[in-house]
């Protein structure tokens, strides 16, 4: 079984002492937590944390994450990526509807320490640092080269307040009425226009779809952080904007909180006719030599942590 807490000769730097406390005179005006409760069951649902509002935004005295975990939470209170979150199993097992109010003119700091102080108020979340080394990737050039197109620059639309990335609603659900389906077994939908360029993921039972418009190799490295749930640097040195579909089996990988398959896998028969021509999708490393023409190459580094030492598995009421 995973330890809570991390420690032992692998860690290079511990600090026993907790985190520096937050204020805790900084709390959200009003805060309620509920438990995530799924629509009716269907394949190929997709949703995501459904975060919008807070510091920044069009909305910037409140906040709603529709479908968000623990880890999700915790991430964004303690403003890291969701692989420098370590703790038991409960992080990731429970997703929760949180919304809260807080004065318009709250910081981005003040935000972040409001979370925290929810977090320990109602889930009873005590955690500590730590700096460990911990397996990584680079990701490199293949020996044939990239095989990703360069995106061609057009000038972008000023995005309505709905289309905000930080205010986004959570992807629409798959599955009410028909859907018509590509040769690579996943829904054809339109991509956002706009000439903004972003990520767009779709994961069904079969696999998962990442589409990339105008995305750097940094962009690209951060998101294959979240998947891989292990950091990953950019080590291709090619400085452009990119185009790609990268599709691949979710088999043993974590999405990062950021997606949620909703409904059981189908069974053998239901594969076979819903996707007859369709090859099993490959694994993300050979995936991403197949199709991008680049790999992943692993390695060790040092790595911040945020240990949770405790988390209450339901939240005490609002």
């Given at each position: 079984m995973r330890q809570w807490i991390m420690a032992g000769a692998a860690v290079l730097t511990?600090?026993?002492?907790?985190?520096?406390?937050?204020?805790?005179?900084?709390?959200?005006?009003?805060?309620?937590?509920?438990?995530?409760?799924?629509?009716?069951?269907?394949?190929?649902?997709?949703?995501?944390?459904?975060?919008?509002?807070?510091?920044?935004?069009?909305?910037?005295g409140r906040i709603h994450y529709a479908v968000i975990t623990l880890k999700g939470l915790l991430a964004i209170a303690y403003d890291v990526k969701d692989y420098q979150i370590s703790g038991p199993a409960i992080l990731d097992s429970d997703r929760f509807d949180i919304q809260a109010t807080m004065p318009p003119e709250t910081t981005k700091e003040q935000f972040h320490i409001m979370l925290q102080n929810l977090l320990a108020e109602r889930f009873?979340?005590?955690?500590?640092?730590?700096?460990?080394?911990l397996p990584m990737y680079s990701l490199v050039v293949n020996k044939n080269g990239p095989k990703m197109k360069e995106a061609v620059e057009t000038p972008a639309e000023e995005p309505k307040a709905e289309e905000r990335k930080e205010d986004a609603a959570p992807p629409p659900l798959l599955g009410r009425g028909p859907i018509k389906m590509g040769p690579d077994g996943f829904p054809i939908l339109p991509l956002p226009g706009g000439g903004r360029g972003g990520f767009f993921?779709?994961?069904?039972?079969?696999?998962?779809?990442?589409?990339?418009?105008?995305?750097?190799?940094?962009?690209?490295v951060e998101r294959l952080s979240q998947t891989l749930s292990k950091p990953v640097t950019d080590a291709t040195g090619l400085k452009g904007k990119y185009d790609f579909t990268l599709t691949y089996s979710m088999d043993g990988l974590n999405n990062g909180g950021n997606l949620m398959m909703l409904g059981p896998p189908p069974g053998e028969a239901d594969r076979k006719r819903e996707m007859p021509d369709v090859e099993p999708a490959?694994?993300?490393?050979?995936?991403?030599?197949?199709?991008?023409?680049?790999?992943?190459?692993?390695?060790?580094?040092s790595v911040d942590l945020i240990v949770v030492d405790h988390a209450e598995k339901t939240p005490t009421e609002n």
């Open positions: 511990c600090s026993l002492a907790q985190a520096q406390a937050p204020d805790k005179a900084l709390t959200f005006d009003a805060a309620a937590i509920k438990p995530f409760v799924p629509p009716n069951p269907g394949r190929g649902m997709i949703m995501g944390r459904g975060g919008r509002g807070g510091p920044g935004s069009s909305d910037p009873k979340v005590t955690v500590h640092r730590e700096t460990k080394e993921t779709m994961m069904t039972p079969f696999g998962a779809k990442l589409t990339g418009q105008k995305q750097t190799m940094q962009d690209l490959q694994n993300i490393f050979l995936a991403i030599q197949s199709q991008l023409g680049l790999k992943l190459e692993a390695k060790k580094g």
